[in-house]
């Protein structure tokens, strides 16, 4: 993701209601993996992830990041680190509110 657009998507997190509409997201795409994202804390989605992310199996990770749309060598590279289940929740966050930016954007337009 550039980096000007990044900042955006950070700063757009910032807000309330964007983190209502990036929560949503994040729900309707861990659902269609069968996944639950048990949550309602919009303060802590990081973590949220994380939680639910360290109960799937393999298969279900792997769909969900296909679902999603993170590039396979990002996700092996993550998987060699210490952190794996941090980072990756960082990455799926940061894609899910792209999406959710991307669209606001393409509304008011």
Do not use: W
């Amino acid at each position: 993701m550039a980096q000007e657009l990044q900042e955006q998507v950070k700063q757009a997190l910032m807000d309330p209601s964007f983190r209502v509409d990036t929560l949503a997201q994040l729900e309707k795409d861990f659902q269609r993996c069968g996944l639950t994202l048990n949550t309602t804390d919009l303060n802590n989605l990081l973590y949220s992830i994380e939680s639910c992310l360290a109960l799937v199996s393999r298969v279900q990770l792997q769909q969900l990041i296909y679902l999603i749309d993170i590039p396979e060598s990002l996700f092996r590279s993550l998987s060699q680190k210490v952190n794996f289940h941090k980072d990756l929740s960082e990455v799926i966050l940061m894609r899910e509110a792209l999406k959710v930016y991307l669209r606001s954007k393409l509304k008011s337009e």
